[in-house]
């Protein structure tokens, strides 16, 4: 199988900070109550879950990148209607791979989603996304009909297709 994804350069923390602005790590804070929004949270939050997500996860996304990112998982929901999200997780302030020397993670400023973390986990290698070694590493990862929905929405980032790193778990929005 061979996944078509769309090329469009990573997000660096520089292109994030010209999208979204300047995240200061309060989240309780001014940049906070300006751009995240909150989802799901079973009925209490601002806006409703996103598509596929169970509605009892609370999902905090980045006001600009709320759209595109419901319509990718509305997508991936109906190009795949019996894979089941475990966990999904957007915004949180912290750097590279928890890493303070490294920069800032696009999750910082809620542009970013991890899908179901434990079997789509980060790898310190290149795969080719759903060849026979890809198949073999996350035998439970994201279905290929899935993440194909998911971005054919457009403008995103998938941390699958990255080199030198392989990433599934991660998508971020490039283009609101």
Known sequence: MTLDIPK???????RATELYGKPDGD?????????????GGSGKAEKPAMPGVPERLWF?????AEPKMRAAFAAAKLACPTYVIRSAGCWVYR????????PLSI????????VDASTNGLRSR??????AAWL?????????????GFLSVGGMDWGGSWRGTCDPMHTSVYEP
């Open 60 to 64: 905090a996304v980045h006001r600009k």
């Open 107 to 114: 999750h910082s400023w809620g542009a970013a989603v991890d």
């Open 8 to 14: 469009v350069p990573l997000l660096t923390a520089k």
């Open 136 to 148: 073999k590493e996350y035998p439970q990862g994201l279905p290929y009909e899935w993440v194909k």
């Open 95 to 102: 750097h590279q791979q928890h890493d303070p020397t490294r």
């Open 27 to 39: 989240p309780h804070g001014a940049w906070a109550k300006a751009n995240i929004v909150y989802c």
């Open 126 to 131: 290149t795969i080719a996304p759903y060849s």
